[in-house]
């Protein structure tokens, strides 16, 4: 079953903030939020992850609701590169992979 | 340069033959993966392994097989008995399989059968 929600499309003119949501109202007091994101024909590449701060690296910044209910990925300048499908996922923080599940995640559109 | 290689990037084969799709990586990571796309869908888990010698089946398993023999490889190998064997595959890896650890993915293959 998907444990995070997203919406199916967002855009954004080049050079202004994005804010891409997730929902995941079932999560595990444990599960990792992770972000990553996909060009066409290639394979996902890593953005950001956290727990329960919020946490900001040189890709984008990653907000998470005070319930960890939701979180909101933020790319603080989208550039046309930034355009790809983004994928919100859940990770337990026990070892094993049972519990990774990539949704259809949210297409992302950069306007010049 | 470290990273993850898969070849080849496109392949072609026909109904009721084996294919085995190639994966290595030299990061040092003791986890693999392999997941499944499929065309406007998100990645399917197949396998993956946590150490060498061992490794464990996803959620879409049946048809599909791995080994483990190396740290840096982990080939997968698409029988006759997958019904539907053209997708994208990807492979993954990560130094472990716990949620603090992100995963790197190698450019992908794409497998089509006819």
């Known amino acids: 079953d998907a444990k995070t929600t997203q919406p199916n499309s967002m855009e954004s003119n080049e050079e202004e903030p994005v804010h891409l949501p997730c929902n995941h109202s079932?999560?595990?007091?444990?599960?990792?939020i992770h972000w990553y994101r996909q060009l066409p024909s290639q394979g996902p590449e890593y953005v950001i992850h956290g727990l329960t701060s919020n946490v900001n690296n040189r890709m984008a910044s990653l907000a998470i609701a005070e319930d960890r209910k939701s979180s909101t990925l933020i790319l603080h300048r989208a550039t046309l590169r930034d355009a790809a499908v983004y994928y919100c996922?859940?990770?337990?923080?026990?070892?094993?992979?049972?519990?990774?599940?990539f949704g259809t995640g949210t297409r992302l559109t950069v306007i010049p | 340069d470290g990273g993850i290689t898969q070849s080849p990037k496109y392949l072609f084969r026909k109904e009721g033959q084996n294919v085995t799709l190639s994966c290595e990586q030299n990061?040092?990571?003791?986890?693999m993966y392999w997941y499944r796309q499929d065309p406007g869908q998100g990645l399917r888990l197949i396998y993956y392994s946590q150490i060498v010698n061992d490794f464990q089946k996803g959620d879409i398993a049946e048809g599909y097989s791995v080994s483990r023999e190396k740290k840096e490889s982990f080939p997968l190998t698409v029988t006759s008995a997958q019904k539907n064997p053209t997708a994208f595959y990807l492979c993954a890896s990560s130094y472990g399989t716990g949620g603090t650890y992100e995963q790197y993915f190698g450019p992908g293959t794409r497998l089509t059968v006819t």
């Open positions: 079932t999560i595990s007091g444990t599960d990792y």
């Open positions: 996922i859940l990770r337990g923080a026990q070892t094993g992979a049972n519990n990774l599940f």
């Open positions: 990061l040092n990571h003791d986890a």
